[in-house]
T-cell receptor, first 117, second 113 residues
Framework: DTGVSQDPRHKITKRGQNVTFRCDPISEHNRLYWYRQTLGQGPEFLTYFQNEAQLEKSRLLSDRFSAERPKGSFSTLEIQRTEQGDSAMYLC???????????????FGDGTRLSIL | SQQGEEDPQALSIQEGENATMNCSYKTSINNLQWYRQNSGRGLVHLILIRSNEREKHSGRLRVTLDTSKKSSSLLITASRAADTASYFCATADRGSTLGRLYFGRGTQLTVWP
């Protein structure tokens, strides 16, 4: 399967713990996005990478959140000192574009569902 | 914040019937995309329509875009039970070089066999 892969699929942790999620995009894709989705809502943008550079961060991404994409390949999203409000599905998507603009579909992974006890 | 709003929030139909979902948005866009999401899974891209296009077809899907009304519709013809899913519209802002998408809350479609 050469789609977007996310790990783990599910994470249950106690409030205050740190968690890290991994996303492996489609190999030739240069753009990588993280979204958060809560029950009954659509995905909300968190952050975006063009190759290894993190080019935009949403205000939703507090200082407890950090994302990396070393070498422009896989990406990690870390949440420190988790809070109950962090419970959500965290989705990763990737796309390829050779020009500015967003006229390319995004390919999503199946997400990591985070539950904070 | 979410930009698009889908209507209706929920739609229940019989197999073979057509399903129509609407999306309204607020700002000038580069393109509008429709995605499907099965329960517990990621989103699957269905169709992209650019701001200078008015209608697009893909198999049993037909999408229209009216930029003067800032609205779009997704028509699924001859629906099947396998079409049961949530459907989201997503917009990319005009002038944005980033490609970030703004999603609505979605329409939950249930197709009964």
């Amino acid at each position: 399967d050469t789609g977007v892969s996310q790990d783990p699929r599910h994470k249950i942790t106690k409030r205050g713990q740190n968690v890290t999620f991994r996303c492996d995009p489609i190999s030739e894709h240069n753009r990588l996005y993280w979204y958060r989705q809560t029950l009954g809502q659509g995905p909300e943008f968190l952050t975006y990478f063009q190759n290894e550079a993190q080019l935009e961060k949403s205000r939703l991404l507090s200082d407890r959140f950090s994302a990396e994409r070393p070498k422009g390949s896989f990406s990690t999203l870390e949440i420190q000192r988790t809070e109950q409000g962090d419970s959500a599905m965290y989705l990763c998507a990737s796309s390829f574009t050779s020009s500015p603009g967003g006229n390319q579909p995004q390919h999503f992974g199946d997400g990591t569902r985070l539950s904070i006890l | 914040s979410q930009q698009g709003e889908e209507d209706p929030q929920a739609l229940s139909i019989q197999e073979g019937e057509n399903a129509t979902m609407n999306c309204s948005y607020k700002t000038s866009i580069n393109n509008l995309q429709w995605y499907r999401q099965n329960s517990g899974r990621g989103l699957v891209h269905l169709i992209l329509i650019r701001s200078n296009e008015r209608e697009k077809h893909s198999g049993r899907l037909r999408v229209t875009l009216d930029t003067s009304k800032k609205s779009s519709s997704l028509l699924i013809t001859a629906s099947r039970a396998a079409d049961t899913a949530s459907y989201f519209c997503a917009t990319a802002d005009r002038g944005s070089t980033l490609g970030r998408l703004y999603f609505g809350r979605g329409t939950q479609l249930t197709v009964w066999p």
